[in-house]
């Protein structure tokens, strides 16, 4: 639980605060980004909630923060705002919320389909996600983009039965996973999922496009809202940086309109904007 003693300086004064133990993860900025800013390798409230809906967001913040760093003055018990999960983002895609800490609170997403919903990466086990994802349909795949994401997949994969799937370099973090991905081709799943490997950040790190559309990237690329870029991180490459700018230059051979990153933000991009990402990235 958050402590009032251990409040952050820079939250706006009011109700809502961000204490110390903040580990500056992007999920109180992506679920109520009004509300929720970015302080000195924090968040901070940088506006408290003046209506009732931006009350329920700030709570669905708080309950999402990986570790409990989000408090109020008042101690009051959240309201119930689980049936507000999963967060549509666009079409059938939508952001899990309730992070785990075991994966510093990496984004997880939900993918409705006809044929089988899909989580990419994991969140936190919650009974309040899991009688959501049942109302929706419950869960046939678990893609893993890596070993440093996999949060509660195992919890997840026992509740709706659903396959894991992970690359084999990555798979010490999933032994119990049903499907290993062995080369370095890409694997069709269907005709809307496409796994691609991106090896760089981790050796067995993978992409996930989605329809064309939705490039769900793991720890290979996100948008940084501090750079006012794309970006990928040279320090946090535990593989190697050649092979991720490799595997960045191959990702041109495919067209996407969002990235939906484990840390940092989603966007909408622009081939141009991507491409001239690419090109930085490869002569840097
Ligand atoms: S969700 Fe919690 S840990 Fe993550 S940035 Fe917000 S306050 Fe910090």
């Keep these: 639980m958050a402590s009032l003693k251990k409040r952050l ?23 109520a980004p009004s509300l929720f800013g970015d302080g000195r390798e924090s968040a901070c409230v940088v506006k408290q909630p003046e209506s009732e809906e931006e009350e329920l967001l ?16 008042s101690k009051r018990p959240p309201p119930q705002v689980f049936e507000r999960f999963p967060i549509l983002i666009e079409d059938d895609v939508y952001l899990c919320g309730y992070a785990s800490k075991g994966s510093y609170g990496a984004l997880s997403y939900f ?6 919903n899909w989580l990419v990466d994991s969140p936190r086990f919650s009974p309040q996600l899991v009688k959501r994802l049942w109302d929706m349909g419950g869960l046939s795949y678990i893609l893993l983009t890596h070993e440093d994401d996999v949060g509660d997949c195992d919890r997840y994969a026992e509740e709706f039965g659903a396959k894991r799937i992970i690359h084999r370099y990555d798979s010490r973090a999933v032994p119990k996973a049903e499907i290993l991905l062995q080369s370095f081709e890409p694997f069709p799943f269907g005709r809307d ?21 939705f490039l769900f990237t793991g720890d290979h690329l996100s948008w940084s809202r501090r750079r006012n870029g794309l970006v990928a991180y040279k320090d946090y490459c535990w593989y190697s940086w050649n092979e991720l700018k490799s595997s960045m230059e191959k990702l041109l ?5 969002w990235i939906l990153p484990g840390h940092g933000y989603r966007r909408k991009v622009s081939r141009r904007e991507f491409e001239e990402f690419v090109r930085q990235l490869l002569s840097s």
């Design 9 to 31: 300086s820079c939250n706006t004064p009011g109700e809502f605060f961000v204490d110390r133990s903040c580990i500056d993860c992007s999920v109180c900025r992506e679920i």
């Design 58 to 73: 700030a709570f669905q913040a708080l309950v999402s923060c990986p570790v409990s760093a989000i408090g109020t003055v």
């Design 111 to 116: 993918i409705k389909h006809a044929e089988g």
């Design 193 to 213: 999922f496409l796994v691609i490997p991106t090896p760089g950040h981790t050796k067995g790190h993978v992409v996930l496009l989605y329809k064309e559309k």
């Design 253 to 257: 051979d495919y067209p996407f309109e």
